[in-house]
């Protein structure tokens, strides 16, 4: 079994197969036929892509019922609020489903992550704030829906990490092999 971590950088699908005019992983890795990526980023976030051959540790990192964390950095409009941030601790309903309790944390400084490809939209008048979020689940653009819910739609979203496993130094495009021992730790 082989595991791979690799930093999505920004406007790439989380997938192989070509795509028109859109960036793949083809574009980024040359790995085995049988290394598929373990669950997505969509195509305007960033970060962490763990891909294996490994099934049980896909479903283990992948099963909602396992809980797995993710943590993620989203860069969001205007400044959460104590009531704002409580409300997407306790869970957000999207869609009609409550999210599961997440883990906020309101960051007091800007994370040192590389310029984007395409900039942020900047607004004059509209101040924006950083937060992590550790979710346990991984519901379709679910950071977006949640933050948005709360009145701070999410401008730039970026995993920084699966379980134990960060993405230390790697920049956009970068990937490195990793043992099975690094992500159970």
Known sequence: MRYFLFYKPYAVLSQFSPEPRKQTLKDFLTLPKDIYPVGRLDYDSEGLLLLTNDNVIKNKLTDPTVGYPKTYCAQVERVPDNAALEKLRKGIIIEGIKTKPAEIE????????????????????????????????????????????????????????????????????????????????
């Open 106 to 185: 309101l960051l007091s400084h800007d994370p040192l992550f590389p310029q984007r490809s395409t900039p942020i939209r900047f607004r004059k008048n509209v101040p924006t704030a950083w937060i992590t979020l550790v979710l346990r689940e991984g519901r379709n653009r679910q950071v977006r829906k949640m933050t948005a819910a709360v009145g701070h739609p999410t401008l730039r979203l970026v995993r920084i990490k699966i379980g134990n496993i960060d993405i230390g130094d790697l920049s956009p495009g970068q990937w490195k092999e990793i043992s099975l021992q690094q992500i159970l730790l």
